[in-house]
């Protein structure tokens, strides 16, 4: 059964820094595709980033060169570093995982964490 538990929101002043972790259970990295999702209130969800099964990142335009995704293989934890923190980061941010190896639509996640709260704010 696949399980997804994220941790390490908060709140931070702008310019600051989180580290965001995804606990997973019944994921395989060699074989899943992982993403992370951020919906803010009263706004559609967005993409923030995601990792092929062999290991490709890739990042929305917004937070390109302030995000970066890894994992801890022996951990099971999938990460989401952000630096330079802004206000219009504040969201919900969700971990996803495919069944698929690559996936870049929300539609391709199948797998969903109960999202962690981050607000950036002075």
């Known amino acids: 059964q696949v399980r997804l538990v994220e941790s390490g929101g908060g709140l931070v002043q702008p310019g600051g820094s989180l580290r965001l972790s995804c606990a997973t259970t019944?994921?395989?990295?060699?074989?899943?595709?992982m993403g992370w999702y951020r919906q803010a209130a009263g706004k559609e969800g967005e993409g923030v980033g995601g990792?092929?099964?062999?290991?490709?990142?890739y990042y929305a335009d917004s937070v390109k060169g302030r995000f970066t995704i890894s994992k801890d293989r022996a951990k099971r934890l999938l990460y989401l570093e952000m630096t330079d923190l802004r206000p219009e980061d504040t969201a919900t941010y969700y971990c996803?995982?495919?069944?698929?190896?690559?996936?870049?639509?929300?539609?391709?996640?199948?797998?969903w964490g109960q999202g962690t709260q981050v607000t950036v704010s002075s």
């Open positions: 996803a995982a495919s069944r698929l190896m690559l996936a870049r639509t929300q539609a391709q996640y199948d797998y």
């Open positions: 019944g994921i395989t990295f060699g074989l899943n595709a």
């Open positions: 990792r092929t099964s062999g290991g490709t990142t």
